[in-house]
């Protein structure tokens, strides 16, 4: 299906007003031209989960390939009485001229290590600061709280419901995209199915019922419009008594007589691996063992896991608001800092590094690479490997890593195959990378989950994955942070 980019908005101006007033800074001071590296970075997993899933990557190119400043724009700058005429010119006539590196999207990610590295200007990789957190931030939140889900469910198939508790329509939508990376099946926001081309599913409310004068007529009335793709709710009254008597007498009486199939009914209230049960029961007896049953009701990774544990006779899982807000965690966190600067054209890069008084909030400093290392038996994730960006991983030689927060804990690496994970998304300010389809978004990213071991992917205590640094990276970044301290 063909992608629709929205263009009608400018998003320009979505920024914070801090970027605009130190960009105009740099201008004042002679530094816009000075070359600077940036990284965004995360320090901890959503749910204190063991990874997170790389997402937005497609909406961040679409803003940067559009970024530019309106007559209006700069009129309302101006406006603020704050920023040279100059700059406002600049703004004016402004080509974005950057490079910027990224994971593929639906890649698993881990804190610390750059997932977007941006490469220009001063003031260009300033400027988009707050779009390059706000896009992957938003959509890696979604999608690695889908993901959780997903895993839970066993290989059952998560519809994604949220819509009307999504924050605003652009977090409807958008994390309607990134619930389908993580690995939804379908999703009930048709603007994003339009839009993206996922599946929408949907069939009724509980006032659809209440609307007729009678639940089997609600039902009878719904088969005969849908009777290819009929799916009843049956808890708007009482599951065991009415909702599937009256499912399974519609059934027999208008659906098979047409020679048609029911689909499935849905329990969006109760206790829900009860009368999972009690409904698989009925159905099985009545001939339609094929009918799928549906739960939905404010599910999580938790409650879906619970209910396979007791037994639930559930075959889809229907998920709204604690998926679209990712309810428990709604933070993702990701964080953009200066890691380097160019004092000339084709200079070396002069590392950066903020230090804090929290060990945890103190960056990695220098113009990066960054590799993920696998076992060459297994093809399982063993470690992620930070470089400078002048290194390359040699995977025909032994290579001896060490964990960066104890670096007495080391391991040599012998039968391993290492692979860059920063793409080149732009060059120059032309974009170099071509975005895949979304399926095969979603269906990269389910094929890199599992190279993960089962103990970095459970819910409680996850293994921690090693993230690394070169030997020169931890001597730089430490020789650094010894010049500090003097």
């Known amino acids: 299906m063909t992608r629709i980019v929205d263009l009608k908005r400018n998003l320009s101006l979505l920024t914070d007003f801090y970027e605009l007033t130190m960009s105009n800074g740099y201008f004042l001071n002679g530094m816009?031209?000075?070359?600077?590296?940036?990284?965004?970075?995360?320090?901890?997993?959503?749910?204190n989960g063991g990874f997170?899933?790389?997402?937005?990557?497609?909406?961040?190119?679409?803003?940067?390939?559009?970024l530019s400043f309106s007559e209006e724009d700069i009129?309302?700058?101006?406006?603020?009485?704050?920023?040279?005429?100059?700059?406002?010119?600049?703004?004016?006539?402004?080509?974005?001229?950057?490079?910027?590196?990224?994971?593929?999207?639906?890649?698993?990610?881990?804190?610390?290590?750059?997932?977007?590295?941006?490469?220009?200007?001063?003031?260009?990789?300033?400027?988009?600061?707050t779009m390059v957190l706000l896009t992957i931030n938003h959509q890696s939140l979604i999608a690695t709280k889908t993901n959780r889900m997903i895993r839970a469910a066993g290989g059952r198939a998560i519809f994604e419901f949220g819509s009307r508790r999504a924050q605003g329509y652009d977090a409807a939508v958008l994390g309607a995209r990134a619930s389908y990376i993580g690995g939804c099946a379908a999703t009930a926001c048709v603007l994003a199915g339009r839009r993206y081309g996922i599946p929408v599913v949907g069939t009724m409310a509980h006032s659809w019922v209440q609307s007729f004068d009678s639940e089997y007529e609600a039902f009878k009335s719904y088969a005969e419009l849908y009777p290819d793709s009929c799916t009843l709710l049956v808890d708007t009254y009482n599951v065991i008594k009415s909702g599937v008597p009256n499912a399974i007498r519609v059934f027999n009486e208008v659906l098979l007589p047409k020679g048609f199939r029911p689909k499935g009914i849905r329990i969006d209230s109760g206790d829900i691996a009860y009368l999972s049960k009690r409904a698989r029961a009925m159905l099985d007896e009545a001939g339609f063992a094929d009918v799928k049953i549906t739960a939905s009701n404010s599910l999580d990774e938790y409650l879906i896991r619970d209910l396979i544990l007791q037994g639930a006779k559930v075959d889809l899982f229907g998920v709204g608001e604690n998926l679209i807000t990712s309810k428990s965690a709604p933070v993702f966190g990701g964080v953009y800092k200066l890691a380097a600067v160019q004092e000339q054209e084709g200079g070396e890069f002069i590392p950066k590094i903020k230090v804090s008084e929290s060990v945890e909030k103190i960056t990695t400093p220098g113009f990066k690479r960054l590799y993920r290392l696998y076992d060459k038996e297994n093809g399982k994730a063993l470690a992620d490997y930070i470089t400078l960006y002048d290194e390359t991983v040699d995977d025909s030689k032994p290579l001896t890593i060490f964990d960066q927060h104890a670096p007495w804990k080391k391991q040599t690496l012998e039968n391993y195959v290492s692979r860059p994970l920063l793409e080149p998304i732009f060059s120059k300010g032309k974009l170099v990378y071509t975005l895949p389809s979304l399926d095969e978004v979603k269906?990269?990213?389910t094929e890199q989950v599992n190279t993960l071991w089962d103990e970095v992917t459970r819910f409680e205590n996850p293994h921690t994955y090693y993230v690394d640094l070169s030997q020169k990276l931890w001597d730089m970044k430490y020789n650094l942070l010894e010049e500090i301290s003097l």
Do not use: H
């Open 443 to 445: 269906a990269y990213c």
């Open 52 to 66: 997170a899933i790389f997402a937005g990557l497609e909406q961040l190119v679409e803003y940067l390939e559009n």
């Open 75 to 129: 009129e309302y700058l101006r406006e603020q009485g704050q920023f040279s005429n100059a700059f406002l010119e600049y703004l004016a006539n402004f080509e974005f001229a950057c490079d910027i590196w990224a994971p593929k999207e639906g890649t698993p990610i881990f804190p610390g290590e750059p997932v977007v590295v941006v490469k220009g200007p001063l003031i260009q990789t300033q400027l988009v600061e």
């Open 32 to 47: 816009r031209d000075r070359v600077a590296v940036f990284d965004m970075f995360f320090r901890t997993v959503p749910d």
